[in-house]
């Protein structure tokens, strides 16, 4: 085996290289690659003396640990594709994911399960549940269908086997991404989506065996996972971290000796307040920015504590994995670009009859090549609208090919200045930015109605200072407008929500909310409205 044609073998690779390199460090516990090859062989043959067929679906909701990464890998070993999940969503979120895809086998722990006991019952299409930090089988949950509970450990044991052939354009993850018109959308990654993201972003970074990644982000985002697939591509060693306050991150920073950090600017703004260790600057190597615009301020702070490090200014989209990055040369003659094209893609600027736009003409934002996705899983509504053919004539695209070529349309409007950098100018749909995630108002919406607190309502992103963009929330309401209505309302959104999704502010109103002529609350026109009353 010479390439990387599989997401697996990112890890089987450089454990035929350097088998006894440290692959993973969780704590105080390590695991080599050989170590790490081994057992995500045997998980994959677990599954499949499980009875699992080609192209299921595997759902992992477990925080960041060893067995999350094993099945992470594990699961495409076996010809099935992974779903991670983002282990802050709430029950009713989770279940919602797990019968979009019509999950079959679900990894998690006993505590997580037991949190899923009310909603696993309408999962019709999941026959098994794998539970980590469990030796032996337990009760299956109370469900329609039968379901078969088996411990971690019992996987192991199975005789190590190939899996289903699959090849690289085949299925291999789906992401769960919010989607502008509620419930959140499973962008589904092949194999050549994968590998060839990961062997992008090691190039420009220039991740070798030397390095120690930080796995800080959530392994459910793009960003988060290609923290893995970089570092196991290039040889490095990934630090599993699942924080609790900024002060962790850095802690994990000078004692692993780290030398590569991706965050999102609400953390980096928080970490640039805190005072560094000196010893980080004697390691870290560079710092990577995705999820949203890095204040310049922050950039600047960060730069005074780890005057070592090279900043590297990110954009991606989940629909693409990666698309532009901003070389550390280049941060200080435009520090407010996102860059070009990484790798292996070509970004275009496109007018809205699909014609490229001159320099600093303001388009939408196209990213073509190897790392656009296979679409949205079982939306082809939503697939059309964002994933499109682009026409003959298109640069790379020429008049003689017959074939059709899709794209990724981003939605989002961007410029290209004569030296060819891109600047990133705004949205073309609602979606929020918020703390790195990208947040639904739709959805936002549709759990503050299920409270049964308000009449109406309508959710929108406002300009804020660490948050990127915060919730704001405005509630019509018949009967409670005073802030024991405000505070029961916020009460019920924490329960229901991930932190992350909860409105920063909420305001209540009597009567209905104003309409567009389309008879729909008008959510432009309150967010418009609230920005002058507020000045921003």
Not at 347 to 354: A, C, N, S, T
Request: charge should be negative.
């Amino acid at each position: 085996m010479t390439e990387s044609f599989l997401l697996p073998d990112l890890i089987a690779l450089t454990a035929q290289r350097t088998p006894e390199a440290i692959a993973m460090s969780y704590g105080a516990t390590a695991i080599s690659y050989r170590e790490l090859n081994t057992a995500v062989n045997q998980f994959s043959s677990g599954l499949l003396g499980l009875g699992l067929e080609r192209g299921e679906r595997v759902a992992i909701y477990l925080e960041k640990r060893f067995e999350t990464v094993i099945a992470s890998f594990g699961a495409p070993a076996a010809g099935a594709v992974f779903v991670p999940i983002n282990p802050l969503l709430k029950p009713e979120q989770v279940a919602f994911i797990l019968r979009d895809c019509n999950v079959r086998v679900l990894l998690t722990s006993p505590e997580r399960l037991a949190l899923l006991e009310d909603v696993l019952p309408h999962c019709h299409d999941l026959r098994h549940v794998v539970l980590a930090d469990s030796a032996t089988t337990t009760e299956p949950p109370d469900m329609a269908a039968p379901v078969n509970v088996v411990a971690w450990r019992a996987l192991e044991q199975h005789t190590p086997r190939a899996g289903h052939r699959v090849i690289d354009v085949d299925m291999a993850a789906i992401l769960y991404t919010s989607g502008s018109t509620g419930n959140p959308k499973g962008v589904v990654l092949s194999h050549r989506n994968m590998v060839a993201g990961a062997k992008s972003v090691a190039s420009y970074l220039d991740n070798g065996p030397h390095d120690t990644v930080l796995a800080a982000l959530p392994l459910s985002f793009d960003a988060g996972f290609s923290q893995l697939s970089t570092a196991f591509h290039a040889g490095a060693r990934v630090v599993l971290l699942n924080y609790l306050m900024p002060r962790d991150v850095l802690k994990a920073l000078a004692q692993e000796g780290v030398t590569g950090l991706t965050a999102v600017p609400p953390l980096f703004i928080q970490l640039a307040q805190l005072e560094w260790p000196a010893t980080i600057n004697q390691s870290l190597r560079y710092f990577a920015n995705t999820g949203g615009r890095m204040p310049r301020e922050t950039l600047n702070a960060l730069r005074q504590r780890v005057p070592s490090a090279k900043p590297f200014l990110m954009y991606g989209l989940t629909e693409a994995f990666r698309s532009t990055y901003l070389p550390p040369e280049e941060v200080d003659l435009r520090p407010d670009s996102i860059g070009k094209a990484i790798p292996n893609a070509e970004i275009l600027v496109l007018r809205e009859d699909g014609s490229p736009c001159g320099p600093d003409e303001p388009g939408e934002l196209v990213h073509r090549g190897a790392l656009v996705a296979m679409g949205y899983w079982n939306d082809p509504e939503k697939t059309a609208e964002r994933y499109k053919v682009l026409r003959p004539g298109t640069p790379g695209h020429q008049q003689g090919l017959p074939l059709p070529e899709y794209a990724v349309f981003s939605g989002d409007t961007v410029r290209r200045d004569a030296d060819g950098f891109l600047y990133f100018i705004g949205r073309r749909d609602e979606m929020i930015k918020t703390s790195g995630y990208r947040v639904s108002p739709t959805e936002v919406e549709e759990i503050v109605y299920a409270t049964g607190l308000v009449d109406e309502c309508v959710a929108f992103g406002v300009e804020h200072s660490t948050l990127g963009n915060a919730i704001h929330l405005i509630a019509a309401c018949a009967y409670s407008t005073d802030s024991k209505g405000i505070n029961d309302l916020k009460n019920e959104c924490r329960l229901r929500m991930p932190a992350y999704m909860v409105p920063s502010s909420i305001e209540m109103v009597t009567g209905p909310l104003p309409r567009n002529p389309n008879g729909k609350i008008d959510r432009k026109q309150l967010s418009a409205t609230w920005a002058m009353q507020h000045g921003s």
